[in-house]
């Protein structure tokens, strides 16, 4: 009785082994995968014209907690954003960017912007220069034109 309690308990630690060790490759192939996608990414960044990777990381660390590339989330989607109006006139663009609350007040559009999303408004950037909003506009218009599964991957 006791042999077979043994042989049990040995052949429960040999499936823990195994499992633990399939986990572990898992882990492995995905991370593999993931450095593989991103570097993907960077090689469709680079190949963009106009488009640098500092627009990326601009976008990411100012933009990205609200705005995802081509879906609708707590703020619009920003494909094609800049051929409507007021977003059209670049200047604006800067204005709202560093000031929305200012802007609203002279913009009826960005009002309703606001209105529809129930009352939200968006972060102001005032440190951002117009470089800088040139490049993550870049990005933008980039990322819009890169595959789902590439701009996926540079939302992570």
């Not at 907690?65 to 059209?88: A, K, M």
Request: with cysteine; glycine share 4%.
């Amino acid at each position: 009785m006791k042999e077979i309690k043994y042989i049990l308990h040995a052949f429960l630690l040999l499936l823990t082994g195994i499992f633990a060790f399939i986990c572990l490759k898992a882990i492995l192939i995905s991370t593999q995968n993931d450095q593989l996608t991103k570097a993907v990414l960077i090689d469709d960044i680079k190949s963009t014209p106009n488009v640098s990777l500092r627009g990326r990381q601009l976008f990411m660390a100012n933009c990205a907690s609200c705005h995802i590339i081509g879906v609708e989330s707590t703020g619009p989607s920003l494909c094609g954003f800049d051929s409507r109006e007021p977003w059209n006139e670049r200047e604006n663009v800067y204005q709202w960017i560093r000031n929305p609350q200012e802007f609203m007040k002279k913009n009826k559009y960005a009002s309703e912007l606001k209105e529809s999303y129930s009352g939200r408004i968006m972060t102001a950037f005032p440190d951002l220069t117009n470089e800088e909003i040139d490049e993550i506009i870049n990005y933008i218009n980039a990322a819009c034109t890169m595959p789902a599964r590439t701009v996926a991957i540079a939302e992570n």
